[in-house]
């Protein structure tokens, strides 16, 4: 589909590309590699291959880190905003596609700038409204708030799944004396999943690695999701360079599997969701 | 001519819609009222404070325009716009040139393309605390890239990266762009393919070399990608919070301190949240004036 050129005059074109993979991935890779040594190992040999593949680090960093319960708040975190997200932003965005009414432009318009509000002009009084509202130190006081800062993303991309969906299908479940819910979950799902789908990458990356709002809301031990937790395990443990390692491994593996086997969604869902990150 | 109604045809699903003019809103009142209570009142909430003293706790004693005053005579304030500036100009370069390179390559070949595209996109999947640590292993002053270089008779990388007030904020940078070009990449990859193919065939036709291709025919035919990405980088910019909270908390000496980092150690460290307000609105009135200029760009015609 593109210019046709000979292999050979492609050789610099490669060398090239390489050259800005390496950069890419290097990182990550001395990530991994350091993740299975030892602290002192790595002070004095920060950029080669461990001695002796040191799997105790990853022991070690799940126990120290209490790694069984941050990934539990962030996998409750995660799935509860997941839920929260396909809901609201599935209901508006049926609204949005099927039905015409007056103010319908007006609210596309209110949704965009709505999503550009700066997270640090609300965030402020935000905190302190939730610690009126006792939502300070809560799961789902903080699903609440990932919820309104992802539904409109959601709103907006399902419409666009739902309007190419031919209206023939929708008016013949009507003429069968279905409901705008039965419409919904009989029709419509099945037919744009992939867009469903695509939200539920997107806002489950988001939240896995979100750190601002969690940081803020989530002061308790107890509730801490890995991204903070992370932090608060390089500052108790200052020198442990091998146990942090391994334990960014572990937070990133999930993401890196799942963004691996679905990238065309995950690529597809971020570019549309604009440059935050 | 006119239209004698049928009297037996089922009438259209629609008009029975228009008694039930509530029904759409019944849908979207979740999202409404989300958006309401976490964005629209703290938003509007901060609109108030920002002309009073609060400090998280108690009342607020409304002072006029003192917040406003003491920002525009405060240095780091100052210091703050001209690092978000500084990051405007080096994301608006050194990401798209990256981006623009990597994409151009790209769409030169055909095996490779996914996975070079793949691992260019990587960094942006993860997670900024882990990117952060990253970094912070590599650039390390004691053990990291610099000395490590030194000892092999290189000299010139042993600086402390986040620990001079110098190189702080491009240090910070860097490594905000190492995760973010990829992304570039993959919005301009996928314009140019877009591209109609018969310009190429037109240009070389003409004699073109793949630069004069490049200048005359991807670059304008990726326009609207282009200038989108540079928008959304001007209003984005004047935001940055993480990677700096993350790598130097807009340290050393407030030498990386952005808008960003001032709200948010004024509110919570200081508790001045009267004065950090001000400081969120000003930031606030940078990306609304960016957002406005897409908008005005998007009404004169341009495909943004």
């Not at chain 1, 800005?20 to 950029?47: D, M, Y």
């Not at chain 1, 300070?136 to 969906?165: C, H, M």
């Not at chain 1, 031919?166 to 029709?187: K, S």
């Amino acid at each position: 589909m593109f210019r046709r050129r000979r292999t050979a005059s492609l050789i610099p074109n490669y060398i090239l590309l390489g050259g800005l993979a390496i950069f890419s991935v290097i990182p990550i890779v001395l990530l991994v590699l350091n993740s299975l040594k030892t602290t002192v190992e790595i002070q004095e040999n920060p950029f080669g291959l461990p001695t002796a593949a040191r799997l105790s680090n990853y022991v070690d960093a799940w126990v120290q880190g209490q790694f069984s319960t941050t990934i539990s708040n962030t996998l409750f975190l995660t799935s509860g905003t997941i839920f929260l997200v396909v809901v609201v932003g599935g209901l508006a965005a049926f609204a949005l596609a099927r039905f015409r009414f007056s103010g319908a432009n007006a609210l596309s318009f209110y949704l965009l700038v709505g999503t550009s509000v700066p997270a640090l002009l609300f965030i402020v009084p935000l905190y302190f409204m939730w610690a009126q509202l006792d939502l300070i130190n809560s799961l789902p006081g903080l699903i609440i708030v990932y919820a309104a800062l992802y539904s409109p993303f959601a709103t907006y991309l399902l419409r666009s799944f739902l309007v190419s969906i031919p209206m023939d299908f929708e008016e013949a479940a009507r003429i069968d004396g279905a409901n705008d819910l039965q419409v919904l979950t009989r029709v419509i799902l099945p037919l744009a999943w992939p867009g469903f789908l695509t939200v539920v990458l997107v806002v489950g990356l988001g939240v896995w690695n979100e750190f601002l709002f969690a940081n803020t809301f989530l002061q308790d031990p107890a509730l801490k999701p890995i991204s903070t937790s992370l932090l608060a395990f390089q500052t108790r443990y200052q020198r442990d360079w091998g146990l942090t390692s391994a334990a960014s491994v572990m937070m990133i593996l999930p993401v890196l599997l799942l963004f691996l086997s679905l990238q065309r969604q995950f690529i597809e869902g971020l570019a549309r969701g604009g440059l935050k990150g | 001519m006119a239209v004698t109604p049928v009297s037996g045809l089922r009438r259209p699903a629609q008009p029975r819609r228009r008694r039930f003019p509530w029904r759409p809103w019944l849908f979207l009142a979740p999202l409404l009222l989300l958006n309401l209570v976490v964005i629209v009142t703290p938003s509007l909430l901060s609109i108030r404070y920002a002309f009073t003293d609060w400090t998280g706790i108690g009342a607020a004693q409304y002072v006029g325009l003192a917040n406003f005053q003491e920002m525009f005579g405060d240095r780091v304030f100052y210091r703050a716009i001209g690092n978000n500036v500084r990051w405007t100009v080096l994301f608006l370069i050194a990401p798209v040139l990256m981006g623009l390179l990597g994409a151009y390559l790209l769409s030169t070949i055909r095996r490779g393309q996914m996975l070079f595209r793949t691992l260019y996109f990587i960094p942006y999947v993860i997670a900024s605390v882990v990117n952060a640590y990253i970094w912070k292993l590599i650039l390390n002053p004691v053990f990291g890239i610099g000395p490590w270089l030194a000892e092999r008779g290189i000299p010139w990388l042993d600086i402390r990266f986040f620990g001079r007030s110098d190189t702080s904020l491009y240090a910070v940078a860097f490594v905000d762009n190492w995760h973010f070009w990829g992304f570039l990449v993959v919005l301009y990859l996928a314009a140019m393919h877009a591209v109609d193919a018969e310009l190429y065939e037109a240009a070389r036709i003409e004699g073109a070399n793949p630069w004069h291709e490049f200048w005359h025919v991807t670059l304008p035919g990726i326009r609207p990608t282009l200038v989108f990405t540079l928008l959304m980088i001007m209003i984005w910019s004047f935001l940055v919070f993480d990677y700096i909270y993350l790598l130097t908390n807009g340290g050393p000496a407030q030498s990386s301190e952005v808008l960003g980092t001032l709200t948010y150690s004024t509110a919570f460290y200081s508790l001045r949240v009267g004065y950090a307000t001000a400081i969120a609105l000003t930031m606030t009135f940078f990306s609304a004036l960016f957002i406005s200029m897409f908008v005005v760009l998007r009404r004169l015609g341009w495909e943004v």
